[in-house]
């Protein structure tokens, strides 16, 4: 069922950095993206995947980690991703991605959940510093970063109230997330 | 098998308008969209649902059909969506919905499938027609329209050559759309 795997589908940011992903398996998970539905079908995203503990290393410093977590700098050394994939858009194609990039995404973290991985989008990315990480020519821009591992931590969804809707962890380091309830995100049926 | 659901979901845009979807199954899908990623959290994404005959008849002429098929106008009376899902932003949240809609969009569109329904992303929308249509408020910007029924055609993934990605409609009215190969899309691994 779509709904179970949706539900397991969260925004992972503690793995358990023993377990490795191949590089296969990944490229799996890539090949759902290139199977969805992309603006015009253009198809103007292309992905560099890294899964290289020395390259991880030099990555994980670009990345912002859970902004509303004040006291938490992001995943300790035994609990960060095992691969990075970059989301890149090839300027050379379009200047314009529409909505590829969340429907790329999403494919690509369904495909992990199934398997027992799981990830997290990171928007906050030090581009220029990424990039060079990676040797990206010029016309490939990074959009997201997706952090990938075996998930380590629980995470759990909540009901919004009074449209509070920032994550938080509570003394059993559970990490909470309010969503908000249906009847507020469907304004209109007729 | 997540992959089998994402083979299934193409984009259709020709639909058996006699077979009609209950509200309260779209209302499900929504709710996968709900439960999915959301930059910080903030999910300012709303929606607006039409399911009847009449509204629908006033929305479809303010939607644009597949750019490509020069010489096909859209679906026939017979053949046209029995639901639309205006995908709005909440203006009064936020003003930037990152990568929200294309995840949100995917979700909708994978429950919807898996019931055996089908859609397609349009974001050739005239928005400020669309908007008096469903007498939106100021706020609610429209991002994408989801057009919803019993696909009644068939849809193939081919492999893209030398950069043509244009879809195509074979004489037996077969919609082809050809997906760049998964060696052109993932660009580098390390």
Redesign the interface.
Known sequence: ???D???R???YRRFDSAVKID?ARI??W????????S?????P????????EK?NALIFPHLGWA??LKDWNGPAENERPVAYIAV?LDRKLAENH??????????I???AV?EGFGGC?I?SVNKSRMAKV???PEN?EI??VLALGKPAEKVV?DT?ENGE???WRDENSVHH????P?KE??????
């Open positions: 069922m779509i709904r795997l949706i539900l589908n969260r925004s590089l490229e799996k890539i090949d759902l993206a290139r199977m969805s539905p603006g015009r079908n253009m198809q995203l292309k992905y560099a995947v890294c899964t290289d390259i902004g509303y890149l529409y909505c590829d990039e969340g429907i790329a995404m999403q494919s973290l369904l495909g199934e989008i928007g990676l040797k990206l490939l959009l997201n969804l919004a809707i920032k994550y997330v309010p969503k908000r249906l995100v469907i304004i209109k049926t007729v």
